[in-house]
């Protein structure tokens, strides 16, 4: 069996890396560097990843079981990476159907888009509650094309959205 070899992590602060928001928070708040983890950790969950995903199941975990020990081990910096430089993207896995169903199958290409879009939800709920200082937008997810290539995989995807029963996740707009 041969190993993973995992990419290591390039950690940065270089001021122009971090996004708008992050400046902005270090400006106000700014933390020592941490070191590398060393010796021994216990928990109940251990989260790979403090991106938006992996911040907000540890929350998630944390509210309903108060006592149980989670700990997220982040490569550089939480927040950091893809919940980070474009402001932040939230969407769920209906885009990704075309790879998931030859993967996955039917029923489980279905059912990650359903879980995404409750994903979805919830986060947005838990961003909106009273007193969180999140500015949370929705203005959808778009996919352009730009070529006959690009046209027709899309075309295709709008198909498959539509044999799958799920033509509501894919809307086709005009040249307008």
């Known amino acids: 069996m041969s190993q993973l070899k995992l990419i290591e992590a390039i950690p940065s602060n270089l001021a122009h890396e971090f996004a708008w928001w992050q400046n902005d928070v270090k400006s106000s708040n700014p933390s020592p560097n941490r070191p590398a983890l060393s010796g021994r950790i216990e928990a109940d969950v251990l989260i790979v990843g403090g991106g938006f995903t992996g911040l907000w199941t540890a929350l998630t975990l944390r509210q309903a079981s108060p006592n149980l020990r989670v700990a997220i081990f982040e490569a550089c910096r939480c927040g950091d990476g893809a919940s980070s430089r474009n402001g932040g993207n939230v969407h769920g896995y209906w885009g ?26 919830k986060l947005a709920a838990f961003a909106t509650a009273p007193g969180r200082d999140v500015w949370w937008e929705e203005h959808g997810y778009l996919r352009v094309a730009t070529s006959p290539t690009q046209m027709a995989k899309l075309d295709s995807f709008s198909e498959l959205a539509r044999e799958l029963g799920v033509p509501d996740t894919v809307r086709k707009l005009d040249k307008r």
């Open 96 to 121: 990704a159907l075309p790879t998931l169903v030859p993967l996955f199958g039917v029923e489980k290409a279905l059912e990650s888009g359903r879980l995404g879009t409750l994903a979805q939800r």
